[in-house]
């Protein structure tokens, strides 16, 4: 679908970063979810585009390799689109989940992987 460009006032702005979460949404997608518009807004995870495109499944597992420290995390991506930890823990974003896990700010993006190696970022096409 071609991106058209709008321009909004201070308060319609505010609103929707009022709605938004944290790292994870742009104006676009609160308003897609506002408006109902498509079917990741009935996920609130980050993930969930990368499921509605197909190039993740629910259930799928999820590593992070910290070779230099000689540790290893594991996640599966929910149906919601977010990423479940080994304890139970859900996170909403990829960077939120490497922060529960090993307490430090990460991009999960580039940190979490497929059992095939490739990275979340790759997998959205960002790299």
């Known amino acids: 679908m071609p991106a ?8 319609v702005f505010e609103c929707l970063q009022r709605e938004a979460q944290p790292l994870i949404d742009t104006p676009n997608s609160v308003l ?14 980050a993930l969930a585009p990368l499921i509605d495109a197909g190039k993740l499944q629910p259930g799928q597992r999820l590593t992070w390799r910290r070779r230099n420290l000689g540790q290893e995390y594991h996640a599966h991506v929910t149906a919601e689109g977010c990423l479940q930890l080994d304890d139970g823990r859900v996170c909403g974003s990829p960077s ?15 940190a979490w992987r497929t059992d095939e190696g490739m990275s979340l970022s790759v997998l959205r096409g960002r790299r």
Do not use: M, Q, Y
């Open 4 to 11: 058209h460009t709008i321009t909004v006032d201070a308060e």
């Open 32 to 45: 897609s979810r506002l408006f109902a518009l498509d079917s990741a807004a009935a996920r609130p995870g």
């Open 96 to 110: 939120g989940a490497c922060d529960a896990v090993a307490h430090c700010k990460v991009n999960g993006w580039d």
